[in-house]
């Protein structure tokens, strides 16, 4: 099972600010299944980000990913308000999937 | 646009099989290449991995959970189920249907989540 953890657990950041979050597998991942959800709380989780970079439909380009191998990150360039939430990377391999344990991206 | 819906009892007895059942609107299931499947999240946890189905018939489970788990379609009304059996209190949480395409397997389309107490 590959195994994904996240850095850092909670993140303090200020609107306008940029976030870079990190998810880290503990065996190579293949660039095409690493996802990225947001969760706000009372809410089901929502697609960020497929394939490493690629923006699900409606997500703003102020979300972009990055990454390959064992190493990927989710960078939010300019924080707004409503970017504050849980943030989970995903993997897909081998018919198994498997989520980081999140990132909390708070308010400064 | 897919939506999905859970429904099933809220609460159930130690040992019991929970039964949930996803409501798929927006578009049939059969001849879908979408891969339906099931996520739980504990209260204050994160996100786990229950299983998937695929178009085929094919179904994949988390091994942690294998045992106890089946998925199914029933195209006839639109929905797909998840029943899990022998339950603890470990598997109270969120339960959430999904939806997975082939080609990204990322999970697209997410119902509001269901929310299981497990209590005698």
């Known amino acids: 099972e590959i195994v994904l953890t996240q850095s850092p657990g909670t993140l303090s950041l200020s609107p306008g600010e940029r976030a870079t979050l990190s998810c880290r597998a503990s065996?190579?991942?293949?660039?095409?299944?690493l996802a990225w959800y947001q969760q706000k709380p009372g809410q089901a989780p929502r697609l960020l980000i497929s394939?490493?970079?690629n923006r699900a439909t409606g997500i703003p380009d102020r979300f972009s990913g990055d990454g390959s191998g064992t190493d990927f990150t989710l960078t939010i360039s300019r924080l707004e308000p409503e970017d504050f939430a849980v943030y989970y990377c995903q993997q897909y391999g081998s018919s198994q999937y498997s989520f980081g344990q999140g990132t909390k991206l708070e308010i400064k | 646009q897919m939506q999905l819906q859970e429904s099933g009892p809220g609460l159930v007895k130690p040992s019991e099989t929970l039964s949930l059942t996803c409501t798929v609107s927006?578009?049939?299931?059969?001849?879908?290449?979408?891969?339906w499947g099931w996520i739980r999240q504990a209260p204050g946890k994160g996100l786990e991995w229950i299983g998937n189905m695929y178009y085929s018939g094919t179904t994949y489970y988390n091994p942690s959970l294998k045992s106890r788990v089946t998925i199914s379609v029933d195209t006839s009304r639109n929905h797909f189920s998840l029943r899990l059996s022998s339950l603890t209190a470990a598997d109270a949480a969120v339960y959430f249907c999904?939806?997975?395409?082939?080609?990204?397997?990322?999970?697209?389309?997410w119902g509001q989540g269901t929310t299981v107490i497990v209590s005698s």
């Open positions: 999904v939806t997975t395409w082939p080609s990204i397997h990322a999970f697209d389309f």
């Open positions: 927006g578009g049939p299931i059969s001849g879908s290449r979408h891969y």
């Open positions: 394939g490493t970079s």
């Open positions: 065996e190579s991942v293949s660039s095409s299944y």
